[in-house]
Structure formats: structure tokens, C-alpha cells
């Protein structure tokens, strides 16, 4: 259990009224706790009460992974295959009395099974969202987290350096896309953040593309966003490339991108707004004339998760402070030709911000 983490989490349940929260397996859980599990057929959830030491429900199988996040033997409420969970939901709703509670909980992440559960065992329970508790805490990276994070994006990097010089004309998108894979899990990491979206020409339209069996072809545009885990958090680069020589219409519409990418990442400081940095990158696509082709929010948070608060969007007005980590990804969409996006992943300093991603943003050709 990490005390600093867990001593923060506290003071936020205090202060928010509430009398405890419950956390099931997921980032929220590993970043209180270390405990890594999977949300499977077997419920586990984790309580941190307000003015008691943490307790969970889990299987007796991962009893020890509880053992070893420091949490006392009469706070495990453990249960096996055989019998079933339903004793130790009962148990524990009784022993930490939670009739007439107010329980944060992960909106994002509990499932209907374990809210029924707590409901079933703890009559005149109340819930409320605990997701702006954790975020709260989280939207800080420490440095530990930024090392991690500056590992992944190390990792990345190499692999799409390694990558270039191996991409040809008439590769399909699947063929790149497990070349990139492959260097990335040979580079070091420990898992890939998603499956690395690669499109090509018309395909490149669609900013969340999945790679299919299109050949790469002179003249297009090859978008290409991965990103890996090391250490448990992620990076998450965009970078676009020529296929052989490109039209100047596609040349022009790179150089804007570009420019977008540099705005938003200019106002970011503290004190600004995921708003600022969005009105900042899209002004420059708008006076271009591509405001209608550019269909998505700015960036995102990074963290545990790869996407996350904050958001670089035109309804997010929460102030950034040190230790802010997002995306910027300025887009530009032209359907039936093709896509642009460049993507970094910065952080929040005193000074502004600075990009933890240092691959080249000059148009390279390929093929």
C-alpha cells in the first residue's frame, strides 16, 4: 500500500463528505494500492474507509497479493471458488458497516455485479462517483511516474526509428503495424498501449483507423499512433509520413498541422485550460481553412491510463498545474485523401510546458 497515496486519498474522502470509497481492479486500484489484478468472473473490491485501514473482497487465490500491499489478515475478506463470493461481500458489508454509508465509487469501472452485491449486504447504502477523488490525486505525476513515462516514450521512438528504414511501397498496413509491434516489444516494452493505428491515404480520413490490407501506395499519406508501457504507464505518439512523393495540397495541409501542434503547445502553462490549448491549436487549422476537418479534441491525459483528465477540449476549464501530462494531437481529415495528425506528449512545468517526445515533427518520406 502506498501511505503518501493512500494518506492523500483520506484527506480527499474528508473533505468530500464521503465515508469511505470502493475501488474494484483497474489503474485507480493499482496507483492506491500496487495490487494488480483483472476484472474477471471474480469480484474484487477494495475499500478505504475515511477513518479505518483498508479492507478487501477477493479470492482466496490472490489473498496473497493483499498480504503484500500491507493490508492486516482481519481486513481480507477472501473466498474460494467452492463457496462462492457471496459470504464475504456479506461479511464484509457487516464487519466495516456499511448500512447508511456514502461510498465513492468508479462509475467508470464497478460493474452492475458488485453494486448489487454491496446494495444486497448493506442496506441504506448511498453512492456517489469516486472518480473525481482519484483524479484529483492522479492529475500530479510524481517523479517516478514521469521517469516511467519518459522510459515508454524512449521506447517508442526507437522502435519508429527502426521501423522507417524497413517500410516499402506496397506493405499493407497490417504488415507495418506488427513490424512496429515487434519493434516495440523487442525495444523493451513491457505491453503495447493499444493496438498502433496505421492508415494509409484515404484510409488516414479516420483518425481512429483500424490497420487493414490496404497496400501502401505512392503519393499517399501514412499516419501511424502507438505508443507502449513501461513500468506500468504509457506513451502515446502520432507521427505523419509520405509515401514517395506527395501532392502539394498534402504537403500544405502537413505544414498546418505542424503549426497547430506548436500553438497548443505554446499556451500550455500553468494556469491555462484544456480549453486554451485546444482554442490555440484548432485557430490555426480554422484560419487555414480545415476547421470542419478537424473532428476531435486536441489531447488527452496520460497517466496510468492512456486516455485520461486532463482534457485539451473546448469544455474543459479546470486550470493545468505542475505535473499535468496530455497530449497534444492537432488533426486534419480530408475524406477520400487522407489524414494528418501529430501527436506529443508533454508535461506542465513552471516555465510552460515541456514535450517529453522528441522524434522529429519535419515531414519524412518513406517507401
Known sequence: MN????????????????????????????????????????????FIPADDEPAIVIPTLEAMKARAAGIADGRIFAWSDDEGYTGAFQQACAQLELSDYLLGVEALHMRVLELELLKRYAPGLQTTHAEPLMMALRLVKDDAELAA?????????????????????????????????QELLNGGADAIAFGPIVSTGPNGASPHAVPTGRKLQAGDLLVI?????????????????????????????????????????????????????????????????????????????????VHEPPFMMEGYTEPLGLGNVFTVEPGIYLPGKGGVRIEDDVVVTADGCQSLTSFTRELITVG
Open 3 to 46: 501511505q503518501h497515496r493512500l494518506q492523500q486519498l483520506t484527506a480527499q474522502i474528508l473533505a468530500n463528505g464521503l465515508d469511505g470509497i470502493a475501488l474494484v481492479p483497474g489503474p485507480n486500484m493499482v496507483y492506491v494500492s500496487g495490487i494488480h489484478s483483472h476484472l474477471s468472473e471474480r469480484p474484487i473490491v477494495l
Open 225 to 305: 499512433d502507438w505508443g507502449c508501457f513501461v513500468d506500468g504507464y504509457p506513451s502515446d505518439i502520432t507521427r505523419t509520413f509520405a509515401v514517395g512523393d506527395i501532392s502539394e495540397e498534402l504537403r500544405h495541409v502537413y505544414e498546418v498541422v505542424k503549426q497547430a501542434n506548436a500553438a497548443g503547445k505554446q499556451v500550455a502553462k500553468p494556469g491555462a485550460t484544456g480549453r486554451d490549448v485546444d482554442r490555440a491549436a484548432r485557430g490555426v487549422i480554422n484560419d487555414a481553412g480545415f476547421g470542419e476537418q478537424f473532428i476531435h479534441r486536441t489531447g488527452h491525459g496520460l497517466g496510468l491510463e
Open 149 to 181: 513515462m519518459k522510459k515508454a516514450i524512449a521506447v517508442a521512438e526507437t522502435a519508429i526509428e527502426r521501423l522507417i528504414p524497413r517500410i516499402r511501397i506496397g506493405m499493407t498496413e497490417k504488415q507495418v503495424a506488427a513490424m512496429l509491434t
